[in-house]
T-cell receptor, first 117, second 108 residues
Framework: EAGVAQSPRYKIIEKRQSVAFWCNPISGHATLYWYQQILGQGPKLLIQFQNNGVVDDSQLPKDRFSAERLKGVDSTLKIQPAKLEDSAVYLC???????????????FGPGTRLTVT | GEDVEQSLFLSVREGDSSVINCTYTDSSSTYLYWYKQEPGAGLQLLTYIFSNMDMKQDQRLTVLLNKKDKHLSLRIADTQTGDSAIYFCAESSTKLTFGTGTQLKVEL
């Protein structure tokens, strides 16, 4: 079974530029998550989708971050414009269970390391 | 809101046992998890425990849960160099909240 795929693996941009990350979850997984992991911290949930609907985006800075999962499979996360404090690893995870049901294991991709200069 | 705390660093000798501790605040947590993160990689689920259990053993891993004190621990028996990584505990009610991570260093 293929794991969660993410691209690019690394990205360096200047502040005020835009950037987009892509995630392909495990086939058949209904729930998809984007996390932000700042160096030295644990991952923080940004947004959670079930199929193509948003379940929780309460911690997404909506003035600059956006995410979509149009066909309920792949997802993109965009930052526009980027700030220095957005430097972090952006992790995508997927789960076969329903959003909000905590028993189901989340499978994580390798992440995209973003550096904003 | 939810808060999960861990010590930042632990160093052990190969073959010894490692104990990584975690405290959490959300009493409605239904499951508690331990994840492992190796350099440049995503998180890998090691084990989990349901909140009405107080212990779970899985090969070299033992999880202890003290629900009254909201304290979770992970014991790794016969620690190997391949166990060197960052370990995150996480609690969940409707979503995962991760701790800050404990970096485990295994010395020869």
């Amino acid at each position: 079974e293929a794991g969660v795929a993410q691209s690019p693996r690394y990205k360096i941009i200047e502040k005020r530029q835009s950037v987009a990350f892509w995630c392909n979850p495990i086939s058949g997984h209904a729930t998809l998550y984007w996390y932000q992991q700042i160096l030295g911290q644990g991952p923080k949930l940004l947004i959670q989708f079930q199929n193509n609907g948003v379940v929780d985006d309460s911690q997404l800075p909506k003035d600059r971050f956006s995410a979509e999962r149009l066909k309920g499979v792949d997802s993109t996360l965009k930052i526009q414009p980027a700030k220095l404090e957005d430097s972090a690893v952006y992790l995508c995870a997927s789960s076969s269970g329903l959003a909000g049901v905590s028993r189901y294991e989340q499978y994580f991709g390798p992440g995209t390391r973003l550096t904003v200069t | 809101g939810e808060d999960v705390e861990q010590s930042l660093f632990l160093s052990v000798r190969e073959g010894d046992s490692s104990v990584i501790n975690c405290t959490y605040t959300d009493s409605s947590s239904t499951y508690l998890y331990w994840y492992k993160q190796e350099p440049g990689a995503g998180l890998q689920l090691l084990t989990y425990i349901f909140s009405n259990m107080d212990m779970k053993q899985d090969q070299r891993l033992t999880v202890l849960l003290n629900k009254k004190d909201k304290h979770l621990s992970l014991r790794i028996a016969d620690t190997q160099t391949g166990d060197s990584a960052i370990y995150f505990c996480a609690e969940s009610s409707t979503k995962l909240t991760f701790g800050t991570g404990t970096q485990l260093k295994v010395e020869l």
